[in-house]
């Protein structure tokens, strides 16, 4: 009987882990192209931005969490622009194939769980607004506000020698 118990344990916890990393590969899949926006909503304290992250997939709560990757990623190298009262950020990299030049970095980096989430946090309780969720197709769009600590991802990207400092030069 005890065996039973045992095997039916087991096989619960092998399945539930299962379902986790099938959602992670679905996220990581979803990530693999980049689609994502961002937009400005205001400015933080001294070094973080407050941004609204519109990530796309085909189930929302793979769209939520993608949001913290997506931000951090749009941060180095897109930036966006600014709206009344916030200024907008440049990306970080200057080189357009700085991510496939440096891959070594950036693949753990961008990892599930990689350092990406030092920089970065939902500023709210991970609940969307309505008018933040929409049906596109048979996917979703999902707007989700993140905090990101650009200053600390700027810092660690120049001591990592993956971006320049300000005070290099040009």
């Known amino acids: 009987m005890k065996n039973i118990k045992f095997i039916a344990a087991l096989f619960l916890l092998l399945s539930f882990v299962n379902i986790s990393l099938a959602q992670s590969r679905k996220a990581d899949k979803d990530t693999k192209a980049w689609r994502y926006e961002i937009e400005a909503v205001q400015t933080g304290v001294q070094g973080?931005?407050?941004i609204k992250v519109w990530s796309y997939s085909k189930k929302?709560?793979?769209?939520?969490?993608?949001?913290?990757k997506n931000a951090i990623h749009g941060i180095i190298f897109k930036g966006f622009t600014g709206i009344?009262?916030?200024?907008?950020q440049s990306p970080l990299a200057n080189s357009l194939n700085l991510e496939d030049e440096k891959?070594?970095?950036f693949k753990p980096f961008f990892n599930e769980g990689g350092d990406y989430m030092k920089y970065v946090s939902?500023?709210?309780?991970?609940?969307v607004a309505a008018e933040d969720r929409m049906k596109i197709g048979k996917e979703y769009k999902i707007?989700?506000?993140?905090?990101v600590n650009i200053t600390?991802?700027?810092k660690d990207l120049e001591k990592a020698n993956i971006i320049k400092s300000l005070s290099s030069g040009f």
């Open 122 to 127: 939902l500023s709210n309780d991970g609940s």
């Open 84 to 88: 009344s009262g916030v200024p907008g």
């Open 103 to 105: 891959e070594d970095f």
């Open 48 to 50: 973080t931005y407050l």
């Open 152 to 154: 600390d991802l700027r």
């Open 60 to 68: 929302p709560e793979v769209a939520m969490e993608q949001a913290k």
């Open 143 to 147: 707007g989700v506000i993140v905090a």
